[in-house]
C-alpha cells in the first residue's frame, strides 16, 4: 500500500493506494467516524463488493442505499433518496457517508453528505479507474442538470480516499479505456515525464499489468492532490485539471449523457482543445496516438455547432459571460484562456460536426 497526502491544513486527506484495501477498510478508515455509517453503492457495484467492504466493518452501525447505474440518474431526485435513507435510519451529524463505486455515486455521495445536517463527513472508496485517479480526489461533488453537467454541487471534501486496485479486475474494458483518458490528461497538463512514461507503458497499461498500473494511479493521484493543495476551490490553477473537459462535458449533454462515458468524452474533448492550442502538430499527433493506443474514441459522431457553443455557455467556467479554456503550450504545459479567438473556436467545433 502506498498513501499520498491532500494538504488542506485541517481538512487534510490521506489516499491509500494498493490492492486489498477493501478487507482492511475499518483499520485504514479515519478514527475521527463516528458509530453510523451509510454506504452509497449501485446496482452494478454492489453485487461485487459491497458484502466485503460490510463484512470489514466491526461495531458500526452500516445501511446502504442503492442508486440506480448511469449519469443520467445523477439527479437530485436520487440525492433526495440518499438522505432520506438516512434520515429514516435515525442518522445524525457524527455519520459517514462512504461511497462505493465510480464517480457518479461518489460525486452523488459526497454531494449528499455535504447537505446533510449541513454537512457529514463522507469516504470515498472508487471502484473505477476514473475515479480512482480524478472524481474521488478534490472534493468536488455534484449532480448534473438538464442544462448541463454538475451545475448542481459543493466542494466538500472526502475524510480519505481509499483505491483497492483490485476493483480494476472486473471493470469492463470500455470503463477502463474511460478511466485512462483522465491518466493521459495528468501528464498533458502538468508533467511532461510522466506523459512520455505512458507512452513507453501503453501495452502494460491497457493489458492492466499491476505495477504499470499502480505507478500511473499513484501519480495521477500525486498530480490532482497538489494542484488541489494549490487551489481548493478552483479560483485559479485547479482550473487545469479541467483540459478536455468544457468541449466533452458539452459533447454529454448534448447527446443526453446516454451515448459516450464521460472518460470517452473528455478524451474528444482534449483532441478538440489541443486544435484550439499552440500546440505543435507533432505534440498534437502525440496526444492522439496515446488516445488511440488507450482504446479511446476520435470521432463524436455528428454534431451541431450551434448546439455545443450553447452548452458549452453553461459551462461551469463561464464567467462575466466568458467562457473559459483550458488549452496546452506544450505536452505537460497547461494554461487557462478566456482570450481565444471566437471564430477559431467555432472553425474547430465546425470541424468536428461533420
Keep these: ?17 494498493g490492492p486489498g484495501l477493501l478487507a482492511r477498510a475499518d483499520a485504514l478508515l479515519p478514527d475521527t467516524m463516528g458509530a453510523d455509517v451509510l454506504v452509497v453503492s449501485n446496482a452494478t457495484v454492489a453485487p461485487l463488493y459491497l458484502d466485503r467492504l460490510l463484512n470489514a466493518f466491526g461495531a458500526r452501525r452500516v445501511v446502504s442505499h442503492l442508486l440506480p447505474d448511469g449519469e443520467q440518474h445523477k439527479t437530485l431526485d436520487e440525492v433526495a433518496g440518499i438522505v432520506t435513507t438516512a434520515l429514516e435510519a435515525g442518522f445524525s451529524r457524527d455519520a459517514t457517508f462512504i461511497a462505493l463505486g465510480g464517480g457518479v455515486v461518489g460525486d452523488m455521495t459526497g454531494f449528499a453528505a455535504a447537505v446533510f445536517m ?3 463527513r463522507c469516504v470515498q472508496i472508487p471502484t473505477t479507474l476514473l475515479a480512482q485517479v480524478d ?8 449532480v448534473n442538470h438538464r442544462l448541463g453537467k454538475n451545475l448542481i454541487g459543493a466542494f466538500h471534501q472526502p475524510s480519505c480516499v481509499l483505491i483497492d486496485t483490485d476493483t480494476l479486475d472486473s471493470l469492463p474494458p470500455r470503463e477502463f479505456a474511460a478511466g485512462m483518458a483522465e491518466v493521459i490528461k495528468h501528464g498533458a497538463i502538468a508533467d511532461l515525464a510522466y506523459f512520455e512514461m505512458l ?3 501503453q501495452e502494460a497499461l491497457v493489458s492492466r499489468e499491476s505495477d504499470a498500473l499502480g505507478q500511473a494511479i499513484a501519480q495521477s493521484c500525486r498530480i490532482k492532490a497538489a494542484v488541489v493543495a494549490e487551489d481548493e476551490r478552483e479560483r485559479g490553477r485547479r482550473a487545469i485539471l479541467n483540459f478536455g473537459h468544457t468541449f466533452g462535458h458539452a459533447i454529454e449533454a ?26 505543435e502538430p507533432v505534440s498534437q499527433a502525440r496526444l492522439r ?25 453553461h459551462d461551469k467556467k463561464v464567467q462575466a459571460g466568458s467562457l473559459t479554456l483550458i488549452l496546452l503550450s506544450g505536452l505537460g504545459e497547461a494554461y487557462i484562456s478566456r482570450d481565444f479567438d471566437d471564430a477559431r473556436l467555432k472553425s474547430v467545433l465546425d470541424a468536428w460536426s461533420t
Design 1 to 17: 500500500m502506498e498513501t499520498l497526502n491532500v494538504d488542506l491544513g485541517t481538512r487534510s486527506y490521506p489516499i491509500h493506494v
Design 118 to 120: 449541513r454537512g457529514v
Design 135 to 142: 472524481s474521488s480526489v478534490g472534493g468536488k461533488t455534484g
Design 199 to 201: 507512452e513507453r507503458q
Design 254 to 279: 448534448c447527446t443526453g449523457y446516454t451515448r459516450w462515458l464521460h472518460g470517452e468524452a473528455v478524451a474528444l474533448g482534449m483532441l478538440m482543445a489541443a486544435e484550439m492550442s499552440d500546440l
Design 289 to 313: 496516438d496515446l488516445i488511440v493506443a488507450m482504446r479511446l474514441p476520435t470521432e463524436p459522431g455528428s454534431l451541431a455547432t450551434a448546439s455545443m457553443l450553447k452548452a458549452m455557455g
